[in-house]
């Protein structure tokens, strides 16, 4: 079967807009962690994705958007998640945005060592050699010389990226096949019902002038979502896409140079290319011995 080269190409520039929405939305987060409490951003920001998400159900899709026979896996996965946002928000509130995403992007080599524990899968040298120096170019970049401490904002988003990684074999090991919108929205709804009955009597006329970079956040938190489920289901392979998640890199150095001012260090441009580098290696490894085993009828 030939591949769709133009049905390729609409996919990676879908891939690009979700990927801009995702850091705009993090840099929005990063924004509003200045003035607002942590609680407050989780719950406003979930409030509006869930809306967001019930809007998309009654007028896109219908209720059989969000049918699902795994509701206990995504109360367990909800669960994980909310701690996950804590997380985005502490970790944005104390990082750059060039920093953030270097860390967050040891998120694969997190899934390749979750994968050997749960998943129990053999172990591979080569592929624990690629998760090797990708840690060690995080360690380069974020220990100060001389030092074995780091900034707790550090260490948060490092745990973010885990997390991730924890997540994404999750989801493949007892979600896979769900509905977009559930995968997308159904975190923000748990949040929204945790959350509710403690920040809405609490709530403060200070928090108003901030109401549309909220409900901006939650929109294009849930709609990044949606179009990256979308592209993934019409590109040829999804090996084209994988690579092309790096771009949030750049997203979001240019963002916090823009937005806040941000310079990235030598040291972060320097890890953050060579975990890019670290990164393309480890995929292109999965990608090529994968097709191998296919070939092989393995």
């Not at 669960?79 to 970790?91: D, E, K, Q, R």
């Not at 990684?165 to 949040?191: K, Q």
């Not at 403690?198 to 909220?214: D, G, H, V, W």
């Amino acid at each position: 079967m030939t591949p769709d080269h133009s049905a390729d190409f609409k996919a990676v520039l879908i891939v690009l807009l979700s990927y801009l929405m995702f850091s705009c939305a993090d840099a929005l987060v990063k924004y509003n962690a200045q003035f607002l409490g942590t609680f407050e951003i989780m719950f406003w920001d979930s409030f509006f994705t869930a809306l967001v998400m019930l809007g998309y159900v009654i007028f896109c899709k219908g209720f059989e958007a969000v049918k699902t026979e795994k509701l206990k896996y995504h109360i367990i996965k909800g669960g994980f998640n909310s701690f996950f946002i804590w997380l985005v928000i502490f970790g944005l509130a104390h990082t750059t945005l060039a920093e953030f995403y270097l860390l967050i992007f040891t998120a694969p080599m997190w899934v390749v060592l979750f994968s050997m524990l749960i998943n129990k899968e053999r172990f591979d040298l080569r592929r624990f050699f690629y998760v090797l120096l990708g840690f060690g170019v995080i360690a380069w970049t974020v220990f100060p010389e001389g030092g074995l401490s780091f900034h707790i904002g550090t260490a948060a988003v490092l745990f973010l990226a885990a997390g991730f990684g924890f997540t994404i074999i999750y989801v493949r090991r007892y979600l896979a096949g769900e509905p977009t919108a559930l995968l997308g929205g159904f975190n923000s709804l748990m949040i929204v019902l945790a959350l509710g009955a403690f920040t809405l009597p609490n709530m403060r006329m200070e928090l108003l002038p901030f109401m549309p970079y909220l409900a901006l956040t939650g929109i294009l938190v849930f709609y990044g979502a949606v179009f990256l489920a979308r592209a993934y289901h019409i590109v040829s392979h999804a090996a084209i896409l994988a690579p092309v998640g790096y771009v949030q890199m750049i997203y979001g150095a240019g963002i916090g140079f823009l937005v806040f001012s941000e310079v990235p260090s030598s040291r972060t441009i320097t890890g953050s290319i060579a975990l890019v580098f670290t990164g393309l290696c480890l995929f292109w490894y999965d990608y090529n011995k994968n097709k191998k085993m296919i070939s092989h009828g393995g």
